[in-house]
Structure formats: C-alpha cells, structure tokens
C-alpha cells in the first residue's frame, strides 16, 4: 500500500499539515557514504519559490533519523523525516462539504469515512514526494554510473514552458505538461519476467506521482501507429546497440542495453484561482468555489526530480535483485571497522 | 515477478512451445459456482484464426486441475492448465545467433545466460495471456455486476480497422493499435494510497501484457495540455458522478464512483513477413533476418480481452481488500453442504 | 525484513543508542480512537526499573506522527517514535575487537562488514520491541473483545519466579524463563492454508522477538509423546467446543474457536556481571571479557506484553483479510465528519 | 497465503483426492541442470509404505511441466506436478456431520463454508507436502555444500523408535515423534534483521508443515532452565567457532558460521483405528465414531525429509537475498547457448 520495493523496500507516510513527512528505506545497502549535503541539490529541484510554482515555501530540512551511522548506511531500515512548519490553518471544515474539483478531496471521504486527515490534502498531498526525493537520492547514488534525467519537455501544450506559465497566471488558471525521462547507461537484462517487467515497474511507480495520468515507453502512442518494419530497433552490435529506440530500451520487458526513454503526462493542478462548481453534499446544491490560498501553476515543473527518484528506486531494486548491487559496499574509504 | 495481486493474487507459468502454460489462482473466495462454458467467449475473443491474426491455432483446452469442488470454488489454490498442442519444430537453435528485433532474444540470452527456454518466444510469449483471460473470466464474474469493456479503437492509426488490416498484409508488414478500456459500475473508495493507487495497479498489469508500450488515464496526455479549469470534472451529484471524465474516474490514485477509463497503445507486431537486418551474434556481422512462420499482422486484435482480464483482476483484489467482496461466497443454489 | 502483514503491515526501525526507535503501522483501519493513555499500561509492563531489570531506565515517552487526526487514526500510515534519551557513550570501539557470547555483535559485523551500528546492540537491540509494545496496543483495541494474555511461567527453571531472581542477582548471572501465552474469544477460522497458517505466522512474529528459542502449540513437545488417542481434543458442541486443548486451538492452522495457547522459552540474558571468555578478532586470542554496564538479570520478565502484542499483530492481520475487521470502524461517537 | 519466499518463491495447489497436487518455484535460477532421478531418494524417503506408514501407496511420479528446458533450469517458473493415482472413493458426505478430531474437518467447513473440498483432508492433507519435497531437493542442490540432516530422534516418547511403532499397532493408536534437523556448512551472515531472522523463517516454514507443534532453536526449552554463564557460546577462532551450540548456529537472527540446530514436535496422527468421540453437528449429539481406512500409525516417520526441503528452501531464498546464490548459475558443461 505505502510500500514498494522487493529487496531495496521503502515505506511513505505523514500528511500535508500533520506534524512531518517521511519516508523508510528496508533493505539499503551497508557502506553507502550519505552525507547531508547529497540531498540538497534534488530538494532545491523539487521546492518551490520559482515561478509557476505555490509560495508555500517549506524549508525541507533533511532529518536522518535512523539507518546511519558515522556517515555509512548501516545495513537496518533508514528514516528519514521532514517536519512540515509552514502550514497556515484555514476553514477546512466548511470545505468539506464541497469537495473540490481534481482532488481527493471526495474520493478520501468515501475511502475512510471521513477520518482522513483533510487539511491541505493530507496523505494524497504531492508534499510526500519529498520522501521520494530523498530516497531517490539514495538509490541514485546506488545505481551510479547510470544516470537518470527527466525534464519537462512542453507545459500547456507547448514547448515555451515559460511563455505558458505566463499565459497561465494571467488566465488565473493552471497548466499541466509532459516529461521526458531518460535513463544512460543501463545494462542489458534488467526486469523480471511477466508482471515485473521493467514497463510494469515504473509504470506502478509513475502513477503513484499525484497528478500522472499518461506514460509511454520508447515511441509509445505514436509508435502504434508505425509498421513493425519501422517500429523494430535494429541491433547493430552484439552489446545490443540499436539505431533507433522505439521501444524505449526494453524488450520483452527485459532491459536491452540501450538508454531507457520514457514519457509522462501530468495533469494540469487541480486548484486554480478561477471559481470553479461543486456540489454540497450537505445541502446537495451546486455552488460556486474559489480555492483560496498558495498553489502551484504547474505542477509539472517540479515534477521531473520526483520522476527521477521513481525511476531510480525501480533500477536499485531491479539491480539487487540481480546481485549487481551487493547488500555491503565496498569502500575504498576507511570505514568503522578500520579506525 | 510471475505473481500479482495482494489477497486475490495470480501466479503465472509455461512455455510457448512447451508442455504448457497456466494459472495459479491464490486467495479466490469460496463457492464460486465455475463452468468450463464460463470460459468459452474469453477465450474465443483471445484466439487466433481471424484476419489479421497467427494462423497458429490452438484449441485452448482450459483443464481446472485444482480448487474447484463440485462445481463451485473451494478456497484453495485454483490451477489452471492449457496444453501446448501445435508447436512446430523448427531451427531455433540456427535462430539464436540472430536475434529477431523487437523480440526478447536478446534481453532473454542476457539475463538467462542462454539457459532460457528460446522456441516460439518461451516463457515470454504472448501465448502466455491465455492463463490471464482464464483467470479475468473468475475476477469478472466476482466483480459483477461491474463491467469491464476493451475494444479496439484504430489499427495502424486508423480507426477503419478492418482496412488497416488488410493494407498491413498486402505490405507484408506488421501493425498495432490503441485499445480503450471502460470500466462501469464501480464504487467510489477502491484503490491504496500512495503506491497502490488504482493508476499503479491498471499501470502494473498493463504494463505486463506483451506489446503493450503506453497507457494514460481519462483525457490522459491530451489532458496535459488543457487548463486546468477545463480538466477539472465537476462534481454534479452528492454520489460523485461528474460532468466529465477526464480524471477517467480516479482521484488521488482512488475511483471516484464514475467509470474507469483508459487507453493503451500497442505496438505492431515484432514478426512481420519483411526482411530485416540484424547482428550475428557470433560473427559480429550484419545479416539478412526473414521469420518464417505463423504471426499475428495485428496483435492488438487480440488484446482487448486481455486488458479486460487485467483490469478486472486489479479490481477484485481491491475489492476484497476493501472487503467488498468476502472469502466466501453467499450462494442462492444449494452449497455442497446441503446437499 | 523490517516489515511483517499482509493487511496490517507493521515496519520497524530504529537503533539503541540511535537518536529513536519506532514503527509504522500501514493499513491500520479509520476511525479508531487513540489516546496517549491507551498505551501507558503496556509500555510500563515493557519498561525496566523491576527487580531482574537493567537499570537503564527509558521514558518511554510515546510520540505519534502521523496517521492519527483529531483523536482518531485516519486509515493513512501510523508512525509512532520514541527518542533515545538515556544512552551511555562507552568504549564501544575496544569492544568490537572481542564480540560479547551470545549477542549478535559477530553475526552483524560479518553482515554489514563493520557499518553496523554497534552502539548498545543498535538495531538488533531489544529496545526496538518498544514500537512493537506500541503497535500492540493498537491492534489489541482492533480485535478487542478477543483477549491476549502472557504470563512468566517460570524464571531459570523455577516456578519462583521471585527467588530465581533473588539467586541469580547473587550468582551476578542472568537467567531465561518460560512464557504461556493465551487468547480467549478466537473465532474459528482464522488463518490461511499451508504457509500462512496460524501457527507459522506466530512463529514468525515469536521468533522476531529477541530471545526467544522455542515455541510449541497447546501440549507441544509433551503432546507429541502421548498417544493419539488422547492427543486429540474432543469436540463437544457444535460451536467447536473441545474437551481438552491439546491442538492449542489450531487444527489443520486454522482457529477452531478455543482459546489459543502456546508457550515460548526465553534464553537467559547474554550479558551477565560474571567474566566471560571470548575471541580477540585483531590478536586472534583468546581473552576475558566483563561486560560492564547496566542488564536485565531476567529479560524473559519484560517479554511477555511483547508477546502480547506479537499475537495481537498476528491476529489482527488474519482478521482484516477475513473481513471481520473493515477498513473504516463504525463509531459510535461524533467522528469529524459530523462536527 | 500458499506462497513463500521473496527470492526464490514456493507457490503450493492441489487437493489429496482431487486430481493432482503441485508446487511452482518462481525464481529459480537459470541453468541448474535437473534431472528426474535427482529426486528419487528423497520422494522415496516421503512416501509410505514402510511399517508405520499409511498402506496407501502413490507412485509420487513426478511431472516437471514448464520452467525446465534441455535439461537445465530456465529461470522462468518451474511448475512440478504429482497426479493422484491411488483414491478411494467413500462416503464422504455422511463424515461431514462428524467432525474428526484433530483434523482441518470442523475449521475448514468454518472457513470455507462447506465450499473445501473434503476428501482425505483436500488442501489440508499432508499429500501437500510432496511439492515440498520436489522443491526442496532443487533447494538442496542449490545450496550445496551446505548440508541439510533431519531424522527422527523419538516416536512416542521413546528412543526405540520400531519398539514404539510396534506397541502403537498393537494398540490401534498412533503415536507422535521428536524430529532433530541440523546444517552443516552454514556461512555466517544469513538472515535478514528483526521479523525475518533465520528463526522465524524456519519457524514459518516449520509450522506449515502439517502436525508439527513445536520448535525449539539450539538448546530451546531446557536453555530457558539454564544460567546466562552456561548458555552462551564461547566464541573460540576468528571465523566464529563456538565451543558450544546452545544458539543452535544463531545469534541476533544471523547464522553465525556454526551448524544450524533445531528441534521439531511432530503430534500423533490424528486419525486412529480407535473408536473415538465427536459431535454430530447435525443432531447435536455426541456419537462414536470409527475412522475407517488407510493411515500412518507415526506421521513423524515421514516428516523428516519434509523439514529438510522446509529448511533448504528457507536457505536457498537467503542465499540468494545476499547474492550468495545468483540469478544464473555458471555451469561447468556445455550450456545450451554452446551447443
């Protein structure tokens, strides 16, 4: 449920206006150097201040709370927390009875009875993606020398991202966009057969990224509308090596050497400054609804690290399955044992 | 890896040219009522014999060897087997130095080390979805009366299937097509948080269907390009129906009590009857590949009723976990215990 | 590895001389009422401070996360914390060179080759059975009114439980004991075939718990010297009622709606005052070891609220997957959504 | 539920009186080379026949179906089945009003409402457990050198073992026995941290196994009755030797480089020629009942090579977690792929 991962296992939890966010990795490596700092670039990547972005602006100071020991993982489950410190209180009672557009506002209702923690979205808020991050940056550091990019390729339909946004906070209202994903250097044979297939792995991690709805491999959509003869990647050596990627680096969902390439959708933010419509469910009338308060313009923009993390936290599992990470590391620095 | 589903959970085995492939179905709620004609339809719409698809036909002989009693489920493991009956010989070994593109040859060789089982596509054919649309028969008939509906919408980038079709075979080539899968009926409240959003679940197990290379959800990534407020369903009724579905009736990763809605790409065919080039695992030289023998001009034909297996295993499990649908049945016929 | 349930999964973490020890409950249903207090009685039962106890004396002082909203658990993970406040900092490091008899000092070093946190037992210490004591608590109020009760049989052999004590304080050596454990008002049923058993999934959970080395079923290894004949418990009502209890209220690993009734032998703590005689890794000789600092005499004492909660965990899991628990609780008092 | 292992996974079916029973191991690596007779003596070692065994006979002629190609394993799912030859028909029905005690009988029809298949135990009997045996000497050859020993210590109470047996058939009741299993050859390192130590894997797996009640690690019960001083295990060599092995090879949950020793309590089998007492669940009174046909007077006899495949297979899956054992395995013969 809030767990995926077979060897390399991690566990989200925490809620948007709760006290903290966190995420626990099961199963990392002993004899990772982790080091307070390698987080600090993906975090920036995945905060907001820019532009297009909600001024919510929380610190995302970094707690390792377990797992870690004289700055080497230890082998046991590594915490890491979040404390949320900027949440403004807000009536979120009189919202409830009119459940917002896009959200999860509704379907969380009809899930726990109306228990669930509904300030700022609670557990479905995107702010648990930053456990993903931080876990990313771990499983990245595993997976190295392969190297994982996303960036958002177009935003609202084009490919001025920032002419978009724009447009966008003029119109009071809000864009989504697509991301490309590539991943270098990976080796041949990654994935396991049927329903662990590399496809189905990152497709189960992608759409757990609130606001994904699409994904395609390789040429995906489009390339259902090309001739096999086209479609086929043509191996022109014996690593594998094909002149075009079509199938985005998998066959038979088995990883074939070449780059993973794969796509994303992401829906635009569901809350906009425009007043939108929404039942009562008290009352059982339509009313008018204006989301006040922060939010992003588009979310996509802060999405691509968080794509990343997901796509490196499927290849460390997939490797370590394979015995290609091992569950010591070997150091070329002086460690506990040795001082 | 071969296994899915948490309380309904599927395990699938076999080989294209072996003995046989099957289903192994674990945590199927008792007293079922099961009959070999239940199968009958599925299994038709998966077979071959059609325009556009392998003359290789199998009669599908679907054996229940285990966890029906009496004609109703009993609550253990339900097995069932379908025997490989026409299976050509051929030189597969001759085969192996040239990996056909598009195939899994060459990922199987590498992360088998050779010991794979390499006729007619071994455990990685798609001969291996008849286990599936065995096992979707049992999950749709628990799901009722949700309904599940897959057809094909274009072949070949043509919404005039039958034609695209018959200008692949006349070019000798291979095509795919784009699948849309609907889903009626279901409650509001099914999915996990987080991880196991109802997208993960439909994206795991698509994912996991030979050829199937791109799935989006609702409007999906035509939805990333409108505004939000367009993108947006209104909620119109206190049971949550919507005016629209571009969300394709999931909310936070949860359905919201509107249809599912989704679409999947397939990619052409990997065999087509045009000649194409490879490598030469052996000698390292480009080479001349023509694959003789019975192939399907557009696989795709024969995914919907897959795709509706899959979806409606995803469903059961989560409704057995939202206890919706209990370990044993209710019966209005008379049980063996009362006989 | 750190994670145990189907249903209700429960993930450990945490190390003894780390900054915290915790757990996080997933799937644990809405609607539950939890208070602070719920807890005090059975974290006390675990604490230390008793004749036979380390003087290591640990607040205990329960924190609570995530998952709970408004006095209620909200269906989203539950991560509970309690920080590490009372560690003394030690030579630790002379220490690894000589491993302590009987502690995991040597098998985690040759696991995480020296990245293991050494300090105090780290994450292999008991003091992670704190957050099990805590997930206990909660899972006892879910299967509520089904009753645990463990109790110490007997201490270093005697049923003086006392005066075993009184003598091995004196001896400056530590001893183990024996612990029945037993459950009124099971509902037959319960447990899954084969692997998941009811006895396998205890076993599971009684074997995770530091020190203990045995564990047998209603007559257990007594039972297996009588004859069958007696052996067998005689039913006598048709609710499943038996004469005896030798099956310790499992047959075939399933719940007959007796009372469940095992026994579990708890080794006497490794750490004694008394000089032991170890290996030197370095040197490679053999030398004495006194193993300073604060140990239980009996930790067999402070184990049976832990395996209280190791049941109830157990059988609150097979209970969600029997659908007798749901996943939102009916309340009779004013949830959110009323106020 | 009837599947086990996260590595090298055990999937069991089948039923005693249905058509066959079977095991699938998903994970298994590539290139093992298998053939029928390696599974000869221990299937014989299972099967009856022998004085204390049930006349019934089986041919136990196993069917390799998928997952096994030129003789070597391919890394896809191997499924292993054993058709049911030898059955006789009787009259079920009426036995289902009379519970038999001991038997799955009364919890089955609790569970399963009447649905389970009843005949000769169905999914309950120990006619299971040759899946178990087939897949364990897979298991066995896996983790050669290791070396995995169980025998029957005592039956009835008694270490005469074929006196024991005799005095049971004169008495017409059966007896129980006290199974010793060890492994020589165990590195140290295995067993992963807090719930899936090596004890409460083994203990899983031990109590699946029909008619086991008890399990006791290295000196179990009778080191709960020693002194601390006595019960440790003096380290004497740098590669973890202990003078003693009262840990029974563990500590911390982590193989420490010695023998792994445990105990098993195997009841009586509950079926006697004895005219024994039940509840009619019908009338609701109590009536004799006699339970005709073939049974083992000493069920224990024939459990020892089941404990050993239970063990192997817990090996086998930790090998391969900390990539002791990998996805393929290097053969000394000509592969497939040299041919």
């Known amino acids: 449920m809030n767990t995926f991962g077979r060897q390399f296992s991690i566990s989200i939890f925490g809620e948007s206006h709760g006290e903290c966010v966190g995420i626990t990795i099961d199963g990392c490596p002993a004899g990772l150097p982790i080091s307070p700092d390698d987080f600090t670039y993906d975090l920036s990547r995945r905060s907001s201040g820019a532009k297009g972005t ?19 993982t230890t082998g046991a489950p590594l915490t890491i927390m979040f404390d949320n410190t900027n949440t403004l209180s807000r009536d979120y009672l009189k ?103 590399v496809e189905s792995l990152i497709g189960h991690m992608m759409f757990a990224i609130p606001a994904v709805k699409g994904l395609e491999f390789g040429s995906g959509f489009a390339g259902s509308r090309m001739w096999g003869s086209e479609h086929n990647d043509m191996l022109i050596n014996t690593d594998g090596k094909t002149n075009t990627n079509n199938a985005g680096g998998i066959n ?42 922060r939010h992003d313009t588009c979310i996509a923009l802060r999405v691509p690290v968080v794509a990343e993390a997901a796509t490196a936290l499927v290849l460390v599992d997939l490797m370590m399955l394979e015995g290609m990470i091992g569950r010591r590391l070997p150091s070329n620095t002086q460690t506990p044992a040795d001082q």
């Not at 557009?101 to 726990?112: L, R, S």
């Open 54 to 72: 909600t001024p919510r602006k929380e610190p995302d100071e970094l707690k390792i709370k377990t797992g870690v020991f004289n700055g080497y």
């Open 95 to 197: 919202l409830r009875e009119t459940p917002r557009p896009g959200h999860a506002d509704f379907t969380a209702m009809k899930k726990y009875g109306g228990f669930e923690d509904y300030r700022g979205g609670g557990h479905f808020s995107g702010r648990l993606t930053v456990g993903l991050v931080a876990a990313g940056v771990i499983a990245k550091k595993l997976i190295s020398p392969m190297l994982v990019t996303a960036t958002l390729q177009e935003a609202g339909g084009s490919t001025d991202v920032e002419a978009a946004i724009d447009a966008a906070v003029l119109k009071r209202d809000s864009i989504g966009g697509i991301i490309a994903c590539t991943v270098s250097g990976v080796p041949a044979g990654l994935g396991e057969p049927f329903f662990d297939s």
């Open 252 to 293: 038979g969902g088995i990883t074939n050497g070449n780059d993973l390439a794969f796509r994303i959708a992401v829906k635009p933010t569901s809350s906009t400054h425009r007043i939108q419509h929404t039942i009562n469910l008290v009352t059982g009338e339509m009313v008018d609804l204006e989301i006040e308060g």
